[in-house]
């Protein structure tokens, strides 16, 4: 499915550059031809339709003309927008050009010869913007009697044609550069999905096994209860409470993942108020001390007091009850939990420290997934959603948690408030 959406963005990305850039050539194209025809229509005009064409010293050089039967000169000369003919009084055609864009010499005589029968003096006709005038000036009078000026078409639409190719290569190029590009962005840009995709069916697998199991057992018993319809219930006893424990496990699972849901709607709703939260944090430690006296540790605290931010009374104490129980459940017998709050220059700092099976590295990256367990956490129960409730509810506040986890130190939980 990732792969398609992927594939999907890349193809969507290739489709809109490549249509933009695919317009801006035919644009630049289509302007740059109706400037060549608006160039030749002006070039024809001002050659054939005004005084200004160039006349001859005092009167035609011997050859003034190239005839076009003679239209096999070795030189090649570069091709100009209009080509001048000039018809003399029987009715023959000379030209000075020798190249006649393609024409042949008979071709080229015939295109005139029609030119000539068409009653406008300017126009396009037969591929080609033409002009035409009776020759008046008296140095050419007296040899030649018509002139006509034409600018071929095909010459403006091999150069249009050549600019839409060269500019359909450059797309051409530029989307097989944008290709390779789109696709690392693709990558980047799927890549946060994926990971929420990868977590999504994570979290299925691990619930349904926390639930499968409890399921498996409830219904066991109800086997053997079935089995067993005519014996006296202190008799089936134990198969009853141990069918109302694993019921207990399910309800505890299920509010942990309403809490879990209910965490991850906080961005939108939570308020803030002034709130003094080494007050707080005193109250919740000294409140989960039985819990730490019936696993034979000790809560030790270190709070700066009257410490006052901007939070959530509701929220920041059950940050607090998680962490700490976290920090009591995994600490070794015999041991301390460490609940330090100060205020500095930049934050403020809530520290929750245990002495106990330190959390391999590997796993430090993963510590706060939901349903998220390490070998040794598998060993105390819960159902690793706990510290992922914990940062949901940092990150509603505003700040950052970490965690730090060594042989010599323990595992520290780490809040910064701002």
């Known amino acids: 499915m990732l792969k398609k959406l992927k594939n999907k963005f890349i193809l969507i990305n290739m489709l809109t550059v490549g249509i933009v850039l695919l317009l801006i050539v035919v644009a630049i194209t289509v302007i740059t031809y109706n400037q060549e025809i608006k160039f030749a229509k002006e070039s024809v005009e001002l050659q054939s339709l005004s005084d200004s064409f160039p006349s001859f010293s ?139 995709w990868n977590k999504q069916k ?59 849901a209910k965490s991850e709607a906080l961005l939108s709703s939570i308020t803030f108020e002034d709130v003094n939260i080494s007050e707080l944090t005193e109250m919740v430690s000294l409140q989960l001390e039985p819990i730490a006296y019936e696993n034979n540790v000790l809560i030790n605290t270190e709070i700066q007091n009257d410490i006052v931010v901007k939070s959530n009374k509701n929220e920041f104490t059950r940050l607090l009850y998680i962490l700490i129980d976290n920090g009591i459940k995994y600490a070794s017998s015999d041991t301390g939990v460490t609940v330090s709050l100060e205020k500095n220059k930049k934050h403020t700092v809530l520290c929750v420290n245990n002495k106990g099976n330190t959390i391999p590295s590997k796993d430090l990256p993963y510590i706060f997934d939901r349903f998220y367990r390490t070998d040794n956490a598998r060993t105390k129960g819960g159902f690793g959603l706990g510290l992922s409730i914990a940062k949901n509810i940092v990150t509603a506040l505003n700040g950052e948690i970490a965690v730090s986890s060594t042989e010599t130190d323990g595992t520290t939980f780490t809040v910064k408030l701002k």
């Open 58 to 196: 005092s009167k035609p050089p011997p050859k003034p003309m190239t005839d076009i039967k003679n239209n096999s000169a070795s030189k090649h000369i570069a091709r100009a927008y209009t080509i001048t003919a000039f018809i003399d009084k029987n009715g023959e055609v000379a030209t000075l050009h020798n190249y006649l864009d393609g024409y042949t010499s008979e071709e080229f005589n015939q295109l005139i010869t029609k030119l000539m029968n068409l009653e406008e003096k300017q126009g396009k006709a037969y591929g080609v913007i033409y002009g035409k005038r009776k020759i008046t000036e008296p140095n050419l009078s007296e040899q030649f009697e018509y002139q006509v000026v034409i600018a071929p078409l095909s010459a403006i639409y091999r150069d249009t044609h050549g600019i839409f190719f060269i500019g359909l290569s450059v797309v051409l190029g530029a989307m097989l550069i944008f290709y390779f590009i789109s696709k690392i962005l693709a990558n980047v840009a799927v890549k946060p999905t994926e990971e929420v």
């Open 202 to 260: 994570r979290f299925i697998q691990d619930a349904s096994h926390d639930l499968k199991t409890p399921l498996t057992v409830i219904m066991a018993n109800n086997e053997i209860l079935l089995s067993h319809s005519e014996s006296k219930i202190d008799e089936q006893k134990k198969w009853l409470e141990s069918t109302k424990l694993e019921g207990e496990h399910m309800r505890q699972l299920i509010d942990q993942m309403l809490d879990l």
